[in-house]
Nanobody
Framework: QVQLVESGGGFVQPGGSLRLSCAVS????????IGWFFQVPGQGLEGVAC????????YYDESVEGRFSIHRDDARNVVYLQMDGVRPDDTGIYFC????????????????????WGRGTQVNVTS
């Protein structure tokens, strides 16, 4: 069973940067799309950024457009979320998920059930 492991979370000041990593135990190419999701305790899960595994198509939530970027390293089977210009409302738990059936848009809209989820990494944006 493929596992996803997130890392890179921590404390960062507003305006700063973090890079989150999602390590896939198998091959990225086994999936159709991979994405990052965000959750504040007590609130629902939100799609942040998702990427196709077959081309360079990406989706970004409007709240992170222009600040965050997602990219994948197929050789290392890692998907990154580069977070720049972070804000206090970016504070929360970031999960990655991989889907073998759904394309980028339905994955990020959480219209299906992804095949694999990581356990999350906490990001705290505070001065």
């Amino acid at each position: 069973q493929v596992q996803l492991v997130e890392s890179g979370g921590g404390f960062v000041q507003p305006g700063g940067s973090l890079r989150l990593s999602c390590a896939v135990s198998g091959l990225i190419s086994e999936f159709r799309s991979i994405g990052w999701f965000f959750q504040v305790p007590g609130q629902g899960l939100e799609g942040v950024a998702c990427i196709s595994t077959t081309d360079e198509y990406t989706y970004y939530d409007e709240s992170v457009e222009g600040r965050f970027s997602i990219h994948r390293d197929d050789a290392r089977n890692v998907v990154y979320l580069q977070m720049d210009g972070v804000r206090p409302d970016d504070t929360g738990i970031y999960f990655c998920a991989a889907d073998g059936v759904h394309d980028v848009d339905p994955l990020c809209s959480i219209k299906g059930v992804p095949d694999a989820w990581g356990r999350g990494t906490q990001v705290n944006v505070t001065s």
